[in-house]
Structures are given as structure tokens and as C-alpha cells.
């Protein structure tokens, strides 16, 4: 209590100055933030970050050989759970298991609406590039994939946005060949490889 009262006090009544007075010698942050800032290159800065964006590939970028000839193939997207994922109540308690360890589902009946079409290529065949620009190029609802090749050069020849090729989506769809083009058939997914003569 003794030491509420002293507190108050002491910042009530000015005590006065004591011990010795110094100007502040350093710049002001913000003052020194600003002058270092006028000394950088913008420009140069700016033309390392676009060249940084137009040269990026995923770590994981995956590889597809051309193919030899024409085939199509079903892709069955059945999953087995590795855990069991728990049933959780209106106030966030678990009080059970809702799908256990070894549950499979095909996460392909769940979906509202059939995800667009993807079309796999080799952004750097001449070849596979026109292919697929005469039949996919600027067309709405199509996803366009590339395995290789500048994808800010592809994207302006195709007339809308090209995506890199990971490796997990060759994984999860068993791609083999460009071009791949990848389509919700029924409970699965179906994929019709073209060889460009």
C-alpha cells in the first residue's frame, strides 16, 4: 500500500534534474531510413526481381517425355486414410472417430462441379507449343501446364495463364507423356495422351 501512495506522490511532484544533461548525438531512425533510401537503385532492384520472376521454377517441377503414340486411360483417384480423423462435437471435443485409418473414398464424388480441364505439354517443343495453342490457346476453362520452358513467354503466346508441372501432380494422376490432356470422366478422372507429329 506504503509503495501506491509513494508511486502517486512521485508522479504528482516534480523531483527536479538530476545527474548531467547530453544532446542526443545519433540520427533520427526514420532521418537516416530516409537517406540510405536515396542512395539505392530502384531500377536496378526492380530489373533483378522481374528477371528473379520470369526465370522462377519450382524445385519440383517434373519432366514428361513426348509421346510416340496416341492412348487414353482412366485415372482411379481412390484414397486410403493414413490416420483416423476424428468426430468432433458443436463445442470442439472429440468424442470419437468420424472416418478411420484405412477408410478409402474417391474424392472425385465429392466434387460440386467438374474441375477444368488440364492440358500437360512441353513448353519448350515448337511442336507441342502450336498443338496446343490451335486447340486450347485463349480458350476459357482450360488449365494449361507445361513440364519445361519460360512460362511468362508461353503464357503471352497462349493468351492466358500456363502453370508449371509439379512432381505431385504427375504422382496423383500417373502422367506419363505431354501432351496429357486430364478430364473428370464419371467417378474418375480419364487422361488422352496425343503424339504430335
Do not use: C
Not at 21 to 39: C, G, T, V
Amino acid at each position: 500500500m506504503l509503495s501506491i501512495v509513494l508511486a502517486t506522490l512521485l508522479s504528482v511532484v516534480p523531483l527536479g534534474t538530476y545527474g548531467n544533461l547530453y544532446d542526443i548525438k545519433e540520427k533520427d531512425a526514420f532521418q537516416e531510413i530516409e537517406e540510405r533510401a536515396k542512395d539505392i537503385d530502384t531500377s536496378k532492384i526492380e530489373l533483378e526481381l522481374r528477371e528473379k520472376f520470369k526465370n522462377y521454377r519450382p524445385r519440383d517441377m517434373a519432366k514428361l517425355e513426348p509421346a510416340r503414340k496416341s492412348y487414353s486411360y482412366p485415372v482411379e483417384m481412390r484414397h486410403v486414410l493414413d490416420y483416423d480423423i476424428p468426430r468432433v462435437d458443436g463445442e470442439g471435443k472429440i468424442v470419437g472417430v468420424l472416418y478411420p485409418k484405412g477408410h478409402a473414398y474417391n474424392p472425385v464424388e465429392f466434387l460440386p462441379a467438374d474441375p477444368p480441364p488440364m492440358v500437360v505439354f512441353d513448353g519448350q517443343s515448337g511442336k507441342e507449343v502450336s498443338w496446343v495453342k490451335y486447340y486450347y490457346g485463349n480458350k476459357p476453362g482450360f488449365m494449361l501446364v507445361m513440364t519445361q520452358g519460360d512460362w511468362v513467354e508461353v503464357s503471352k503466346e497462349m493468351g492466358q495463364q500456363v502453370y508449371y508441372l509439379k512432381q505431385v501432380i504427375v504422382d496423383k494422376l500417373n502422367l506419363k507423356n505431354t501432351v496429357s490432356v486430364v478430364y473428370r470422366k464419371g467417378k474418375n478422372m480419364q487422361v488422352d495422351v496425343y503424339a504430335i507429329k
